[in-house]
Every structure is written in C-alpha cells, then in structure tokens.
C-alpha cells in the first residue's frame, strides 16, 4: 500500500541551525501539507502546498519556515533558524487529486529537538 | 477560530470493556468531522468520518455519529482489544482553508 514517508525519523540540532525535514508523499497525490504536534501538545497546521505553491499557511508558518518541491517526489520543510521552541514532532501529509475532503495520509513523523 | 475539544487521557481499559472518547467542536459552517488514529510509532491515519449533520462514520468497530445540535462527534467501540491501544485524535475539515483542525488527541491503553 502506498505511504507517506520522512526523513529524518529523529533529528538533534543546535540553536540557530538550518533544519531540513524531507517527505516523499505519495506518487498520484497533489496536496500537500505540514503538521506539527509539540509534546502533549495539539496537532497544529502549518502549511498547504499545490500547484508548487503555499496555499495555505498558518500564524506558526513564519519567515523561518519555508516549503518546497525540489523535484517530483520529494516535498521539503527547511526551518532557516531553528528556536527551542521549535522542538516538535513534525508530520507530513499529502492528498489525492479531486474535491478536498480532508482525508489526509499522513508520515510517521519528524521528531525534532534543539538544544 | 474553529476548534476541538477532546477528552483528556490516558483511558485505561480492559479487553472487552466499552469505550467512549468524548468530542465537541467550535466552527462556523458545516465543517466534516473525522477520527483519526496513531498506533504506536506510526502516523496518523483515518478512522472514520462523517460530512453532515447526522452522518454515521463506521470502521473496526468504531462509531461515531455527527451531532449538530451538541456539537459533538464522540467515538464509541463496544468491546476494545489490546490492538486498539493508541492515541485518538477527532478533527475538523473545512473545505474552505483545506486543513484539518485537531484536537489533543486521547491516548487509550487497553490491557489484557
């Protein structure tokens, strides 16, 4: 069955570092999206993305942040200047083409912590 | 802004027992509500949903039926096993926006 799937599993940064959090949705699927869940926290929206474009983004999704489809499979959140605050468990989700129903399929996750 | 309330955990069960995972939600419009699961070290992944007033969403047992009129969208099994040990998240979709609003989510233990 088709999955979603990110990299890296579990990544340790420093303060002010550049992070890059790698997805491969899956292959037919046109949306795509960015969730994040601090710990024992809520499941936040960051960002949408179609047609190589933001479509939607949240107050979180700041100039630190950025989206991007380098290529045809991979879809990428680069966080320019990582922040303590920033230590989360980051998902990536993507959707099928047609009418928007929320059904997402989500990855296992990108745990992220800054020290 | 819309939002989701969902019970806090952990709920601990025995195998068998019934169990119930209370959610309400705050949105303008006529959102689809929807349950959605993360077993241990996976991702979320859809349970079941429901797209109006009414609805009953189904799947592995679970239900859970849309309630305009509380504004409520509870989940319900009748007899746990140990596999649906995991954490539950109920959410909201506007179709408007394209995103999914979550609640905390509720993590179930169900012993044997």
């Known amino acids: 069955e088709p999955e979603v799937t990110q990299t890296p599993s579990h990544q340790v940064t420093q303060m002010g570092q550049e992070v890059i959090l790698r997805c491969v949705p899956i292959?037919?699927?046109?949306?795509f999206y960015w969730y994040r869940q601090i710990l024992g926290q809520k499941v936040e929206f960051l960002v949408s993305?179609?047609?190589?474009?933001?479509?939607?983004k949240s107050e979180i999704f700041d100039d630190q942040f950025s989206v991007e489809r380098p290529d045809g499979s991979n879809f990428t959140l680069k966080i320019r200047s990582t922040k303590l605050e920033d230590s989360a468990m980051y998902f990536c989700?993507?959707?099928?083409?047609?009418?928007?129903?929320?059904?997402?399929?989500f990855g296992e996750g990108s745990r992220l912590t800054v020290l | 802004g819309d939002s989701v309330t969902q019970m806090e955990g952990p709920v601990t069960l025995s195998e068998e027992a019934f169990l119930t995972i209370n959610c309400t939600y705050t949105?303008?419009?006529?959102?689809?509500l929807f349950w959605y699961v993360q077993y241990p070290g996976e991702g979320l992944q859809l349970l079941l949903k429901?797209?109006?007033?009414?609805d009953k969403g189904s799947n592995k047992g679970f239900e859970a039926t849309y309630r305009k009129e509380t504004t409520s969208f509870h989940l319900e099994k009748g007899s746990v096993q140990v596999s649906d040990s995991a954490v539950y998240f109920c959410?909201?979709?506007?179709?408007?926006?394209?995103?999914?609003?979550f609640g905390g989510g509720t993590r179930v233990l169900v012993k044997p």
């Open positions: 989700a993507s959707s099928p083409p047609g009418i928007n129903t929320g059904e997402l399929f």
């Open positions: 292959s037919n699927h046109l949306y």
């Open positions: 949105a303008t419009g006529y959102p689809s």
């Open positions: 959410a909201l979709y506007k179709a408007a926006g394209n995103k999914l609003t």
């Open positions: 993305f179609y047609n190589n474009e933001i479509s939607e």
């Open positions: 429901a797209t109006k007033a009414d």
